[in-house]
């Protein structure tokens, strides 16, 4: 059954009544409904279109966590040839809420980074809901090492709350090992191009995504920290998200307005979740013409355009 959140309410009795109706039909093929069932099919589309067409940024925020939107494996199965996984930091441990490997993108090699969050309750728990220990962005900094060594154009694909803050994390130097990826995003030689397919939260979206390009999907959000803990700072009261979120411009529509992302991908009316493959399709036409504009750059053009890219956020013109 399709999950549905607490604003398409109206969406899910319509669509509920369309399933029945054409459980009806299957049960009794004598009895015509067609003209019905189609009326009733319009009506809840017009429902949705209208919904998605202006929806809020707290609502924005509970689309880019919907449990059944595409995650980073999706986009591997659906874009990436012969992927090799590549697993461990060297230092500590395997994190398996960040993956990377080598494979193929239309024909090019290529180092894939991405967090995880797992598809039901047992990969959420494996892949601890896409929050990164320290140990993951020391392995995401040996793979963009390894990438700029071959000549490797790096993707990172983020969707993450933030990277995880329990004491152990903190203990290996989580804060260190989030800097150290960031500034190895920043010296790297081959071009990255970073999507936030979900949720970008934080340094623990930043370390993986300081990037030549960044893409949103339409309804992911990219916030300096999550709503709920936003409002916890400022209001000292986690169930204002809603006002943090309003507050804090976190939609991608928001970010390419300010000049933080450089273009937002598109997604089906009512989300990525409802067409998965569809959405997989369109970032990898992104991802590629993006990777495809640097042929022509030397590594330390693609270093100082990157470098200056971060440099001019939030500067006045």
């Given at each position: 059954m399709r999950t549905y959140l607490d604003f398409e309410k109206p969406i899910a009795e319509l669509e509920s009544k369309v399933a029945e109706l054409k459980a009806l039909a299957a049960e009794q093929p004598s009895v015509s409904i067609e003209e019905e069932l189609a009326k009733l099919e319009h009506k809840a589309r017009e429902a949705l279109e209208e919904t998605y067409s202006d929806l809020t940024p707290w609502q924005k925020t509970q689309v880019a966590r919907h449990p059944e939107r595409p995650h980073f494996r999706h986009y591997i199965d659906g874009l990436v040839k012969d992927f090799t996984p590549l697993s461990g930091d060297r230092f500590f441990a395997e994190d398996q809420a960040i993956l990377g490997g080598i494979g193929r993108l239309s024909g090019r090699s290529v180092m894939v980074i991405g967090h995880e969050k797992g598809s039901d309750t047992e990969g959420r728990i494996k892949h601890n809901f896409g929050m990164a220990r320290p140990e993951g962005y020391r392995k995401a900094v040996r793979l963009m090492e390894m990438a700029d060594r071959f000549s490797l154009p790096v993707i990172s694909l983020v969707d993450t709350a933030g990277a995880y803050p329990g004491i152990g994390a903190e203990e290996r130097g989580q804060a260190e090992a989030i800097a150290r990826s960031t500034d190895c995003c920043l010296s790297l030689g081959v071009p990255i191009v970073s999507v936030i397919i979900g949720e970008g939260g934080s340094g623990g979206a930043v370390a993986i995504a300081t990037a030549n390009r960044i893409y949103m999907l339409e309804h992911a959000i990219y916030t300096v920290a999550s709503p709920?803990?936003?409002?916890?700072?400022?209001?000292?009261?986690?169930?204002?998200?809603?006002?943090?979120?309003?507050?804090?411009?976190?939609?991608?529509q928001d970010l390419l307005r300010l000049g933080i992302i450089d273009g937002i991908i598109a997604e089906p009316v009512g989300g990525a979740h409802r067409d998965g493959v569809e959405v997989v399709r369109a970032a990898g036409d992104i991802i590629v013409k993006s990777i495809a504009a640097y042929d022509a750059l030397t590594p330390e053009q693609i270093r100082k355009e990157r470098r200056e890219k971060f440099l001019a956020m939030g500067t006045v013109s």
């Open positions: 709920e803990a936003a409002a916890s700072i400022l209001w000292r009261d986690a169930s204002r998200a809603v006002d943090a979120a309003t507050n804090m411009k976190i939609t991608a």
